[in-house]
């Protein structure tokens, strides 16, 4: 039995979260700027769903009078039977072209809804692609992913019906008004004394509706975020059988999530009812004042009813913009996250200048670099270093002593926060992002498999090469013989992160890929942690030949697959301690000798 603190414990975990309730007024600045995906289709689908907009709101404006004034104030009252039937057969052909305006119009609007949502889909996921790594850091992959696809799938009412039936509904009410007080200025301002009330209290709704879907966006984040963080430690949860624990951690999330939604929809259910209180008043006005005009010869009775239609139809659009601002509101909740995330400008920029290097050497110069992940410490404390064109050098050093600290400062994942780091002469951060990291490959020890063939993982950094050149860097590296062992080759299909391999086979197919790239700089981030020693020596030997007039940076805890290379740096806390080679090192009885001599005794005890 778990003690209660433990239960609070596990409850307690979905009170994290790295997103928050954005508190902003309603800006319809904002709003402009989400109707500016609009303007690529400004010339031909938007136009003519307005057009279609147009015709069926004049038609269904023109009808009421034609049916009041006309059929019953005119043909019907004064019995003129052929008068009644030309008035039929047009209000027929106007329902006819209003119908088949209504389909054209549901038809382009649908498509030009899905045309807006896939442009703001691609503009945020290729914007949060040239992000910076901090971003990722403080960000789960659910979150992000809520944003991308939840978040956006919610504008896709608001730009399919919400943004034409606003135009169609605001049209409709300012034909009704017109026709209204042109009819009777007088009982027109009977029916809307009660429009002033609805407005006030309809004000007080917007923004506990408004916060009310900000919260459920957080709420969805969570529950995205928990499901994709469970999914793929799954493994770990049943190796710990923590099963009930996470379950009881989903129940939270999920209960959060459904009492978000149960919130938010009932604040949404008070606007309706709200509209219909009125029109009911309204109506009752109608009756009671209309009744009165007529016997004072001040309105026709076929006017009354031309009013009495128009008044029905005043509410309804009336209410259709209580659900339009739902969806508004609703669109506003999630265009804020998505803003919000499209406003996040890289901590790595790009400078306007940035030079395009075709080839880069291999040069690579650091000046009194520091560096911090946080305030709380320095990753690298004014380290210095100096690695020539075409050199294999080795990063040494415990845990936490800055070795990937550096390997990310040369891909320029992150900027140094004082010092300078310098390739090939030139300062990095004047080089191009995408000059310099496609003359990198990296090789780390958990190595990311994509979903897809054993080839198109290798060809991942090569997208163009060939199957003979995939082949030959597989043979290279040694991963060629195990892929031939699989069902179907090199195209034998594998899930995402490669679950069908082994943790040696994931990590061939990754120096087969980074290899393929052909890089001028190769680095090595604890590679060959996850392989054998038979796999390691065959691997070392074909290194031997491929690292060759490439700049390598090695970072390994096993110091043996280290001693040939050119320069061993030693880290310590962020800062370099010694550097030489293996036998200078040895020679020099310090930290290095230490940690040799600490893994000799580790392989004697085995």
């Avoid at 609703?330 to 803003?339: N, Q």
């Amino acid at each position: 039995m778990k003690t209660q603190e433990q239960k609070n414990q596990v409850m307690n975990r979905f009170q994290y979260s790295t997103d928050q309730v954005i508190e902003k007024p309603f800006n319809w600045m904002q709003l402009w700027r989400l109707l500016r995906y609009l303007k690529p289709y400004s010339k031909k689908l938007l136009p003519l769903s307005i057009l279609m907009v147009l015709i069926t709101t004049a038609i269904r404006l023109v009808i009421p009078i034609i049916i009041g004034i006309y059929v019953i104030g005119d043909a019907i009252e004064n019995g003129n039977s052929n008068w009644l039937m030309t008035l039929v057969g047009l209000v027929a052909a106007m329902y006819l072209v209003n119908y088949a305006a209504n389909i054209f119009r549901i038809k382009w609007m649908n498509i030009l809804g899905q045309s807006v949502i896939y442009d703001l889909r691609k503009h945020l996921f290729t914007h949060v692609q040239w992000l910076s790594n901090r971003f990722f850091d403080q960000r789960s992959a659910g979150s992000i992913l809520v944003r991308i696809m939840n978040d956006i799938n919610s504008l896709q009412e608001l730009f399919t019906n919400g943004v034409i039936n606003l135009l169609m509904d605001a049209l409709m009410l300012i034909g009704i008004f017109i026709i209204l007080f042109t009819i009777s200025p007088e009982l027109a301002l009977a029916v809307m004394v009660i429009l002033p009330v609805m407005f006030l209290l309809s004000t007080k709704l917007r923004r506990q509706i408004r916060r009310s879907w900000q919260t459920v966006r957080l709420k969805q984040s969570k529950l995205n975020s928990h499901l994709n963080e469970s999914l793929q430690g799954m493994r770990v949860t049943q190796s710990f059988t923590q099963e009930d624990e996470n379950a009881q951690f989903f129940n939270g999330v999920n209960t959060e999530n459904f009492e978000s939604w149960r919130e938010a929809t009932k604040k949404n259910a008070t606007f309706r009812p709200l509209v219909e209180m009125t029109n009911a008043v309204g109506s009752a006005i109608l009756i009671w004042y209309g009744a009165s005009l007529i016997q004072a010869d001040k309105l026709a009775l076929g006017e009354l009813v031309t009013f009495a239609f128009l008044l029905g139809m005043f509410w309804e659009p009336i209410s259709r913009l209580g659900m339009v601002y739902n969806q508004l509101l609703m669109g506003m909740a999630s265009s804020e996250r998505i803003f919000e995330f499209l406003d996040e400008q890289p901590n790595v920029a790009e400078n306007k200048n940035a030079k395009t290097i075709k080839q880069i050497q291999g040069d690579i110069t650091f000046e009194k670099v520091d560096f911090s992940y946080s305030n709380d410490r320095k990753a690298l404390d004014s380290v210095s270093l100096d690695i020539k064109a075409g050199e294999t050098i080795a990063l040494v050093g415990h845990t936490g002593s800055g070795k990937t600290t550096i390997a990310n400062m040369i891909t320029r994942f992150y900027d140094p926060t004082g010092g300078k780091i310098k390739m090939d002469g030139h300062d990095l951060r004047d080089i191009s992002l995408r000059s310099l990291r496609s003359q990198i490959s990296i090789v780390l020890q958990d190595t990311f498999i994509f979903s897809g063939t054993i080839k198109d993982n290798i060809r991942f950094g090569h997208p163009h090469a060939t199957d003979e050149q995939i082949m030959d860097a597989s043979k290279a590296v040694g991963a060629d013989g195990f892929i031939k062992k699989l069902p179907n080759g090199y195209d034998t299909e594998v899930e995402e992160r490669g679950n069908i391999l082994s943790v040696g086979e994931r990590q061939l197919i990754s120096f087969a890929r980074a290899l393929l790239a052909d890089p001028r700089i190769i680095i090595l981030d604890e590679a060959t942690a996850s392989i054998d020693t038979e796999t390691e020596v065959q691997i070392q030997q074909a290194l031997t030949t491929l690292l060759k007039g490439r700049t390598a940076i090695i970072i390994a805890h096993r110091l043996s697959t280290i001693r040939d290379a050119d320069r061993i740096y030693v880290l310590d806390h962020g800062r370099l301690m010694e550097y030489g080679n293996h036998h200078e090192l040895m020679l020099q009885n310090g930290i290095y000798h230490k940690l040799v001599q600490s893994q000799f005794a580790m392989l004697e005890a085995l």
